[in-house]
């Protein structure tokens, strides 16, 4: 290497030769610059005449790196193949501004590749060289920081974590009309051990008391964990996968602690990308005690097996529904929300694209901790805008609460006069919770069918 190389420079190269998978250099090396790609980005529509916001063109910028130090042909033909490396911390900085500025990592442009590139794989994973170096957004830093130290996203306490649980049964009971209805924490042996986003504790603890209050109708046994309970994982956007492997295990190690069944992951596309699908990798852990399952597969199967009622008349308005590129592109999850919400709302209209074509929230990959990128990621959401308008719809449904803030930033600034609720508090509003339901109609309050459901536990 040139001795010229900054130290960081030297360090990004070095730990890209540690993190190049098969799946990744077979990304790296396939692309023919077809250009099929180019329309599917969400950045591109909104800035056509700029060539720097192209899928393949910022895919370039890794690649160039990849073929001057670990592919043959940019050793022999460099000129030909394009390599060119890195040597400076503003090459770092351009980069930076790339792979964090200009992507979220939708996918989009991945399953519209007949070549099977899967730029936002790479895209994590310079994400994640860059953060080795300490070059990235300072609100990246920040909420990684939080998520390893305190052990969630925005650095909640445990006191405040508990406070806020504490409030929501005395709402339950208050709602249920019933002193003995229980939010559990730590509870043992438990069917489900619920776990949840800190933006629930601190922005929306309404979606916790309506969670509660779908399981209390359905008399299930659970409980929510006192450590190890958000279930989403900043790795997946700052490509650090050690923090993933810690994170993963964190809440792994709970469930275990506390023998639960069912891990329910409430509605959160990257959190039920993270713990399900990437996290077992992360934390090089093999999940054979307990299943996994998203808080939208829970509450249709409540629904079909009978343990909840539901009117959809309680829930007037004309509602879409918008993809979280989670839960969708990389989890295949697309149908299982739609059967949701027909049960639970009159008035559903579809948003086109939609499933796995849908368009970015433009939240996405940490794009809400990045402040510096506000004005060019609502410019990149005009797609989606006039995706939202274009349903006649007055309230966006989605089971994502980072689509929830970026949608309703976008609603904002385009003033398209939406509300954005999720499928948990639809459900809820839905219950029918007469004596003859709750608890698929034992006729008995749940704490009555079952004496061990109503106490609360807190070490
Ligand atoms: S990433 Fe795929 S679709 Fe895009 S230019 Fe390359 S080969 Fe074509
Ligand atoms: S992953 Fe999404 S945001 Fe990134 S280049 Fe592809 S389509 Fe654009």
């Not at 360090?11 to 023919?32: D, F, H, N, P, Y």
């Not at 933006?199 to 969670?211: G, N």
């Not at 409980?223 to 900043?234: H, I, R, S, V, Y």
Request: glycine fraction near 8%; aromatic fraction near 8%.
């Amino acid at each position: 290497m040139s001795s010229e190389r900054s130290h960081k420079a030297e360090k990004v190269i070095e730990r890209m030769g540690k993190k190049l998978t098969r799946q990744i250099v077979g990304s790296l090396a396939a692309c023919v610059h077809c250009g099929m790609c180019t329309d599917s980005c969400h950045y591109v529509l909104a800035n056509p005449d700029d060539p720097t916001y192209a899928p393949a063109y910022k895919a370039d910028r890794i690649r160039k790196l990849f073929k001057s130090h670990y592919d043959w042909t940019g050793k022999v033909f460099p000129w030909w193949v394009g390599a060119k490396s890195v040597y400076t911390d503003k090459d770092l900085e351009e980069l930076k501004d790339t792979v964090f500025g200009k992507c979220t990592n939708c996918r989009r442009c991945s399953i519209n590749c007949p070549m099977g590139v899967d730029l936002a794989t790479f895209n994590r994973m310079a994400r994640g060289l860059l953060v080795h170096v300490g070059i990235m957004p300072e609100g990246i830093a920040h909420v990684a920081k939080e998520q390893w130290e305190i052990g969630n996203q925005m650095g909640i306490l445990r006191e405040d974590y508990l406070e806020t649980i504490e409030w929501q049964e005395e709402e339950l009971q208050e709602e249920m009309n019933d002193p003995a209805a229980k939010i559990p924490v730590d509870r043992m042996d438990a069917n489900i051990v619920y776990t949840i986003n800190p933006r629930e504790v601190k922005h929306d603890p309404r979606s916790i008391l309506d969670a509660a209050k779908i399981f209390y109708a359905a008399g299930e046994d659970w409980t929510m964990p006192g450590e190890g309970w958000d279930m989403t994982n900043f790795a997946l956007f700052n490509g650090d996968d050690d923090l993933g492997g810690a994170v993963a295990n964190r809440i792994y190690d709970k469930i275990e602690e506390l023998r639960g069944k069912r891990l329910v992951i409430s509605e959160c596309g990257h959190g039920y990308r993270s713990t399900r699908c990437e996290g077992p990798n992360w934390g090089k852990r093999d999940i054979n005690d307990f299943e996994i399952e998203s808080s939208v597969i829970t509450m249709l199967r409540y629904i079909k097996e009978g343990k909840i009622k539901v009117d959809k008349s309680k829930n007037p308005g004309i509602y879409t529904f918008h993809d979280s590129c989670n839960n969708a592109r990389s989890c295949g999850m697309t149908e299982e929300p739609r059967e949701l919400l027909s049960l639970v709302v009159k008035d559903f209209r579809e948003m086109y694209p939609n499933r796995a074509e849908n368009y970015c929230c433009t939240g996405g990959g940490g794009a809400m901790s990045m402040p510096e990128y506000r004005e060019r990621r609502l410019k990149s959401g005009k797609i989606k805008a006039d995706q939202l308008n274009a349903t006649g719809a007055n309230i966006v449904v989605t089971s994502c609460h980072n689509c929830v803030d970026g949608l309703a930033d976008l609603i904002g600034h385009y003033k398209l006069g939406m509300k954005v609720t999720q499928l948990v508090n639809l459900v809820a509003n839905a219950l029918v919770l007469d004596r003859k339901s709750i608890g698929g109609g034992n006729g008995k309050k749940p704490a009555e069918a079952n004496p061990a459901l109503s106490g609360i536990i807190t070490p």
